[in-house]
Nanobody, 127 residues
Framework: QVQLVESGGGLVQPGGSLRLSCTVY????????VGWFRQAPGKEREGVAC??????????RYADSVKGRFTISRDYATNRVYLQMNSLKPEDTAVYSC??????????????????WGRGTRVTVSS
C-alpha cells in the first residue's frame, strides 16, 4: 500500500538540467525525512540529498559532490519530493531513488535508516 514512484530521468548533455520527482502513495510524509540516493553501475549506493521538513534553511543536507548544483524540495500538498539537478556532469550518471526516513530526520551517509524505497529513475549525462 505504501509506494514511492520516481520520474523525470532521461538523457541529458553535460551542463544541462533535469528535475526528478518522487510521489509518495499510502501515507502523508509531512513528519518524515526524505532522501535521494543514487547508484552507478558497479558502484555502491551513495546519498545525494535529504530533507527533514522541506527545503527551508537548515532543513536540507547534500553530498559534497552535488552542493551548489542540486536542490531538494517538497510539496506537502501533493505528497511529492523533487530533486532539481543543474550543471550536470557525466559522473552524475546513475539510477536515482527516493526513500523515507521515519524518524523525521535525514542523512546522506547512512542509507540503512531509510524505508521504504522507490525503484528509481535512470539519469544519463553524456554528449
Amino acid at each position: 500500500q505504501v509506494q514511492l514512484v520516481e520520474s523525470g530521468g532521461g538523457l541529458v548533455q553535460p551542463g544541462g538540467s533535469l528535475r526528478l520527482s518522487c510521489t509518495v502513495y499510502g501515507f502523508a510524509f509531512d513528519y518524515y525525512g526524505v532522501g535521494w540516493f543514487r547508484q552507478a553501475p558497479g558502484k555502491e549506493r551513495e546519498g545525494v540529498a535529504c530533507s527533514t521538513s522541506g527545503d527551508g534553511d537548515g532543513d536540507t543536507r547534500y553530498a559534497d559532490s552535488v552542493k551548489g548544483r542540486f536542490t531538494i524540495s517538497r510539496d506537502y500538498a501533493t505528497n511529492r519530493v523533487y530533486l532539481q539537478m543543474n550543471s550536470l556532469k557525466p559522473e552524475d550518471t546513475a539510477v536515482y531513488s527516493c526513500a523515507i526516513e521515519k524518524s523525521g530526520h535525514c542523512s546522506v551517509v547512512d542509507a540503512t535508516r531509510y524505508d521504504p524505497w522507490g525503484r528509481g529513475t535512470r539519469v544519463t549525462v553524456s554528449s
